[in-house]
């Protein structure tokens, strides 16, 4: 369990970010409740994210059962290429790209490199680079325009779900009214006593666009419960930036089972 512990906090830490020099956007928008799931999905596809580099200060808050852990995370994304992530200094790092989930950690001298399998069977759903992008902007886990979905009010949110839920994969999306961004992506798979949640609390503006700003994010298995409470600040966008990584020599690799 620690190794996997070791894992999802790596991995799970690259789920947001946050901006500089921002504008918070209140939740004010109006619900139609005749609007069609066509409309709803063609509403978040023009919210999609444009930028070549972010990088930003992200403030991590990890609790799984008597453990609390706060971190303070850089964060840096080349997007479509490239997600990195650094604990003080260097302590932890991570990367990803879309072949390969790389980290070390420095406090017991233990690595892995290895690809998406180990993430999808951790977080439940199969997961890929430009999924794990979606979620770090408030974009859809799927690809809407794959699947049949049925549009409706819930709360203050629009619900998105498909007609036909999968007896293996359960989704339910919940979509701003003002911006059409997430409010809330659920994924479950009850067979296997599985769920993953990542509620999006507030987003903000930057340079025109629409970014998550606080996220929280829970992960089930069974009984075993892992939360993240995330913060972010000082972010600038389309900087040149570097990845640097290499795993330390003498490390020991982590295998999962």
């Known amino acids: 369990m620690k190794k996997i512990t070791y894992i999802v906090l790596a991995i799970v830490l690259l789920i947001s970010f946050g901006c500089k020099s921002t504008k918070s956007i209140t939740s004010n928008g109006e619900l139609d409740s005749k609007i069609s799931s066509r409309q709803l999905i063609k509403e978040h596809t023009k919210t999609f994210t444009k930028f070549k580099t972010l990088q930003a200060r992200v403030k991590v808050e990890y609790l799984q059962g008597d453990m609390e852990q706060t971190h303070s ?84 949110s629009y619900l998105l779900q498909p007609k036909k839920q999968s007896e293996l994969l359960e989704v339910l999306l919940l979509l701003n009214p003002s911006h059409f961004k997430m409010d809330s992506q659920q994924i479950s798979q009850t067979l296997k ?47 040149d930036l570097r990845f640097p990584f290499r795993i330390p020599t003498g490390f020991k690799e982590i295998v999962v089972k």
């Open 73 to 156: 995370i850089n964060l840096r994304m080349e997007k479509d290429k490239t997600i990195w992530l650094s604990a003080t200094l260097g302590i932890v790092r991570a990367k990803i790209t879309p072949t390969k989930v790389s980290f070390y950690n420095k406090l017991d001298n233990t690595y892995f490199d290895g690809d998406f399998s180990l993430i999808s069977d951790l977080l439940g759903t199969d997961l890929d680079f430009n999924k794990v992008q979606n979620m770090l902007l408030g974009e859809a886990l799927f690809n809407l325009t794959y699947n049949n979905y049925k549009a409706d009010v819930h709360e203050k």
């Open 193 to 239: 006593q599985r769920m993953l949640q990542i509620d999006y609390k507030d987003y903000q503006e930057v340079d025109k666009q629409v970014l998550p700003k606080s996220v929280n994010i829970i992960a089930v298995e069974g009984n075993f419960e892992t939360q993240i409470n995330m913060e972010f600040r000082s972010v600038s966008l389309d900087s």
